[in-house]
T-cell receptor, first 110, second 116 residues
Framework: QQQVKQSPQSLIVQKGGISIINCAYE??????FPWYQQFPGKGPALLIA?????SEKKEGRFTISFNKSAKQFSLHIMDSQPGDSATYFC?????????FGKGTRLHILP | DAGVIQSPRHEVTEMGQEVTLRCKPI?????LFWYRQTMMRGLELLIY????????DSGMPEDRFSAKMPNASFSTLKIQPSEPRDSAVYFC??????????????FGQGTRLTVV
């Protein structure tokens, strides 16, 4: 499968800190880059997404930074809160299939 | 709409038995995906359908796995015979592709399969 590489596998951040998760993709045909958030016992749910014609998208405390030339994108969570503790998946998609990274388990210390 | 509905939520079966997982996508969605989630491999795409037609099954691990979508509101993933290494959480997701561009995929709650 076309790969999406995600790092780190796990991350511990103090409350109020910035959480940063990075992803890299291979296929330049991808045209949609979503981030999904998954809580235990639940399915992943869309958090925020970006298309490659912009370099940054911000929604509240969540920001995606996108570097098309480097084929990399990252999720920044500002003022991280204990309720943000979850598993985060980056993904890359074209008009059909969606390929996910392996996930990052984020734990925010109270 | 109630979202993507998967059944059963939990399945425990003995090695060698046939297992059938079921999914009802969101009405009006034209894509349906089956994923398998494990700690080691994350979310793996097994197969996906567009308008009930299988498009790419390259992620199906072996011939023991098969999937069908007989109509727009129902899909099944079957494992026959099941093996302990098939133990995982299986997710179904659906999405609507507007103007040829993919949008949000909505996931079901998943089926936790344990093969003993």
């Amino acid at each position: 499968q076309q790969q999406v590489k995600q790092s780190p596998q796990s991350l511990i951040v103090q409350k109020g800190g910035i959480s940063i998760i990075n992803c890299a993709y291979e296929n330049t045909a991808f045209d949609y880059f979503p981030w999904y958030q998954q809580f235990p016992g639940k399915g992943p749910a869309l958090l925020i997404a970006i298309r490659p014609d912009v370099s940054e998208k911000k929604e509240g405390r969540f920001t995606i930074s996108f570097n098309k030339s480097a084929k990399q994108f990252s999720l920044h969570i500002m003022d991280s809160q204990p309720g943000d503790s979850a598993t985060y998946f980056c993904a890359a998609s074209r008009a059909d299939k969606i390929i996910f990274g392996k996930g990052t388990r984020l734990h925010i210390l109270p | 709409d109630a979202g993507v509905i998967q059944s059963p939520r939990h399945e425990v079966t003995e090695m060698g038995q046939e297992v059938t997982l079921r999914c009802k996508p969101i009405s009006g969605h034209d894509y349906l995906f089956w994923y398998r989630q494990t700690m080691m491999r994350g979310l793996e795409l097994l197969i996906y359908f567009n308008n009930n037609v299988p498009i790419d099954d390259s992620g199906m691990p072996e011939d023991r796995f098969s999937a069908k979508m007989p109509n727009a509101s129902f899909s099944t993933l079957k494992i026959q015979p099941s093996e302990p290494r098939d133990s995982a959480v299986y997710f179904c997701a659906s999405s609507f592709t507007g103007r040829g561009m993919n949008t949000e995929a909505f996931f079901g709650q998943g089926t936790r399969l344990t093969v003993v």
